[in-house]
Every structure is written in C-alpha cells, then in structure tokens.
C-alpha cells in the first residue's frame, strides 16, 4: 500500500467552515421554522454586472461560430488581458510579462507551496486566511500541529488592537516566506503605507520574500492606503502579489484571478522567481476560461471600473449599517468593541470574557444569525467574531434588527 502523504496528518482538525455549516444546520434541524441569516462565509451575494456580464455573454456566443472559437490560450493569460492588469492597476510599476492570469487568488497561494517547496520558512498574521498555513502544511512545509491551534515550522506574528494589527516583524527569522493580507480577512485591518515600508524594508533587509494578498483591494477608500505593495520602494525585489476578480466583480463564482511576480524578484543562488513561476503556470496550469478572461477585460475598462465601484460600494455600505448596529448601547455596555475602519468588508468584533465558538453559538441561538468565530483563523482571534457585509440589503437589515435587540 502507498504511504499517506505526511501533510495531511499534520492538518489542524478542521477547517472552520465546515465546522460552521455543521452548526447552523443542527440549529435549522432543532428549530425548523427559524429564518437564519448569514453574516458569516465571505461570499459575494449581488449579480453581475451588465456590462461585464454582456462580454461575458458575448464572447460565449461566438465561441459557436467558427470565426469566433478558440480553444487552448496562452497558459498566462490573455496578453490583452495581461496588459490592461498592468496599465489599469500598476500603472508605471509593473509590466504585461509579470502579470500572470488565473483561476482565482486561492489556487495561486497553493501553487505558490509548489515553487517554494517544503523546507522554506514560513511567517503568517495571526489571525490569518487558512489557505495559507494549511497549503504549507500539505506540502510539508509547515510541521506538525503543535498542539496550540498551530504549527511548528510556522512563525505566527499576533495582530491585534494593540498593535494596530500591525505585526512585530523582529520575531521573524531571515529567509522566511511572510504571507500579508491587507485589507485583512478577517481583521479588516488595511496596512498604511508606513507599516508596508516597514514590511518591505525588513523582507529585504533579511532575505524574506512576502507573498501580499490583496484581493480586497478594491474595498479600500482611504486616499493615503496603498492598492497595491508596489506603490512601496524596493517592493519589485521582494514581494509576489496575489490578487482576485472575485470580490472585485463578484467573480467569486467565475473564477478571474492573478498575481505579479516581478523580473527583479530572486532566489538565494540568484536565479529568477518570474522564470520558474511561468514554469508552474505553464506546466501544472492550462489558462483561465476564455470567457471568464472577456468578463475581467471589460471590468477594467470604463463602464466596468463604474460598476465595479457601485458594487463594492453596496457591499460597504451593508457595512456601515452592520457597524451601526454592533456599536449600539446594548453591546457598547458589555464592553463590545468593533474594529472597522471603513475599508474592507469585514468587521472585526471583540467580546471580552467570551470564546468564539460560544458568542457564535449564543448569537445564532438569540438573533438566529451566523458569524465566523474569530479562533478559527488563529490564536490570536479568540474572543473575537468577524461580520461579514456579503448579503443582500434587506438580510443585513434584518439581521441588524435582531441584533440591537438582542443583550448580552
Ligand atoms: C476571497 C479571498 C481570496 C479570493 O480567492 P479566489 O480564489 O480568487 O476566489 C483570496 N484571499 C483572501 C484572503 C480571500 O478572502
């Protein structure tokens, strides 16, 4: 018999979502006629919109003439598509050759483990995005569980109000991978440009390369937030960005991603990260839909960018409302507090005294509304529940009525 790959075993028990799912559904089970809402998953809730969606339409169409079909493209991307990332996004910064297209930022991170390989160092905000300490793990890059909601071979840089969910880089050993999200999920947190030079002097100061996840990047409205970690000097030596059509466009179903692996970025013996990253894409990875590609070239354009806003800017404003609701007198008087700054989708609410798990549990048997527990995206979120704007405006008012009533 073949042996199991080791990564697997070394898995934390399981993944939060699941773990969520299970819970809701007993509590539907236990009480039939409730109506649950859902403030958890981060999944986009709106349609389309119609000019993307007509592209996409489009382009479908003339894929059954035969003028218009085309089968395998450039493992890459569309070089039309490549381009228009690189002059919409990173005007002046970055080039077409360094965008590479693809199925989503998810499946980027774990293809990311694949040029790394297993004996690399890696560094994670604690609380983090799962995918990235668990895509570590499978690979065997990451150790076994430690026993403490983590993982031997990962360094957890604690964020919290504190710091300003700004980590202490200092505990970070030379040559580490650091995986960085901003706007965080799940904090919410959106680094400035003064904590991301601090990132980016110290990676380059001690041979890190960071891996920036910046798929929310289209919730920022603060002039003075970065978009993107090339806006810092000296990012193009050290850094890979990941980034997402998803929750810019609502592609989360679509699947429209990319990342910018830049010509100055190297390895230890000084060879090129941008080569042996074409490498996997054009070895383990055969090109993005056609179709999906047409749908985020007409999100760039003109029209696209205005609806694209409109979007992001409903889901914001779910946002204020949530926010409005969660810092009402009911919870404000047992010592609540909510972190968001108004630049990413994700309110980040801390209930002293409480565990996540059991505030979840009370808040979905009182207002029969689902939140994330802060724990399961690492130790330094327990006591925490993120909220999440994704919803239809009435759900989110209707969830928001519940909530000012409900007491602690
Ligand atoms: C939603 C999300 C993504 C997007 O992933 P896709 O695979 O492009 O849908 C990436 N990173 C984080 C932190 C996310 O929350």
């Known amino acids: 018999m073949i042996e199991r790959n080791k990564g697997f075993s070394n898995l934390s028990a399981g993944y939060l979502f ?12 236990a009480h039939p006629d409730a109506k649950i809402i859902s403030l958890g998953i981060g999944n986009t809730t709106e349609p389309l919109t119609p000019h993307i969606a007509k592209a996409m339409v489009d382009y479908a169409s003339s894929l059954a003439t035969k003028e218009g079909y085309s089968g395998y493209g450039d493992e890459q991307g569309l070089s039309e598509l490549r381009k228009k990332i690189a002059d919409v996004l990173y005007p002046n910064i970055i080039s077409a050759e360094e965008i590479f297209v693809s199925d989503g930022a998810k499946c980027d991170i774990a293809r990311i483990q694949t040029l790394f390989g297993s004996s690399t160092k890696i560094a994670v905000q604690d609380p983090a995005y799962p995918v990235y300490v668990d895509g570590s793990v499978i690979v065997g890059a990451a150790g076994a569980d430690n026993g403490q909601d983590g993982h031997s071979g990962v360094t957890y840089l604690p964020c919290t109000a504190d710091n300003d969910f700004f980590p202490d880089l200092s505990v970070i050993q030379d040559n580490t991978l650091i995986y960085f999200c901003s706007p965080n999920n799940p904090t919410g947190a959106a680094s400035s440009r003064e904590q991301l030079k601090k990132l980016v002097d110290f990676a380059k100061k001690k041979g890190c390369i960071i891996i920036y996840d910046s798929a929310y ?12 970690i090339y806006e810092i000097e000296g990012a193009k030596e050290c850094a890979i960005e990941i980034n997402s059509f998803s929750k810019l466009a609502g592609f989360t179903g679509v699947r429209l991603g990319w990342s910018v692996v830049p010509k100055e970025l190297k390895f230890a013996d ?17 090109g993005a839909s056609n179709i999906a590609q047409r749908g985020g070239l007409a999100a760039l354009d003109e029209e696209g960018r205005k609806e694209t806003r409109g979007l992001v800017d409903y889901y914001l404003e779910n946002a204020k409302i949530m926010k409005e609701a969660l810092t009402g007198s009911n919870f404000a008087n047992a010592g609540v507090k909510v972190y968001y700054t108004g630049d990413s989708p994700y309110l980040w609410v801390h209930f002293p ?25 690492g130790p330094s979120g327990e006591s925490y529940l993120r909220f999440s704007c994704f919803g239809h405006r009435e759900d989110v008012e209707e969830a928001c009525r519940r909530l000012k009533t409900f007491t602690l």
């Open 18 to 29: 699941p773990e969520v799912a299970k819970r809701r559904k007993a509590y539907q089970a």
């Open 217 to 228: 990047f289209a919730f920022i409205r603060d002039e003075k937030i970065p978009h993107t």
């Open 270 to 286: 000084g060879t090129s990260v941008h080569a042996d990253w074409n490498r996997v894409m054009t070895t383990l990875f055969n």
């Open 353 to 377: 005294g409480w565990k996540s798990w059991d505030i979840f549990d009370k808040i979905l048997d009182k207002c029969r509304v689902v939140t994330t527990p802060g724990s399961g995206f």
